[in-house]
């Protein structure tokens, strides 16, 4: 089992940056694929970036191409999420994932709220 607690969200303005950290405890963090996902008020979460447990793969998805960047340090148990370029449609509640592909469990952080306005 692995306990996450995501930080940095907070009000921007457009087109400034924020960088979120997840970090982990209770288990390898070496063996979890990571991810970001985000919900926005009366939207689906959705995923946002991912990050594979084995070379580092990345993948994001459309509207966040170029300007979200996932990174992952095992030796701190964190995950990253760089964030530039905001907009105002990138508000939403952040929230980090674990998945195992070993025992297909995943798990959840709490989100963090990341809101973008002038």
């Known amino acids: 089992q692995v306990q996450l607690v995501e930080s940095g969200g907070g009000l921007v303005q457009p087109g400034g940056s924020l960088r979120l950290s997840c970090a982990a405890s209770?288990?390898?963090?070496?063996?979890?694929?990571m991810s970001w996902y985000r919900q926005a008020p009366g939207k689906k979460r959705e995923l946002v970036a991912v990050i594979s447990n084995i070379g580092g793969r990345t993948n994001y998805a459309d509207s966040v191409k170029g300007r979200f960047t996932i990174s992952r340090d095992n030796a701190k148990n964190t995950v990253y999420l760089q964030m530039n370029t905001l907009k105002p449609d990138d508000t939403a509640v952040y929230y980090c994932?674990?998945?195992?592909?070993?025992?297909?469990?995943?798990?959840w952080g709490q989100g963090t709220q990341v809101t973008v306005s002038s």
């Open positions: 209770g288990s390898t963090f070496s063996r979890y694929r």
């Open positions: 994932n674990a998945y195992n592909p070993a025992t297909n469990y995943d798990y």
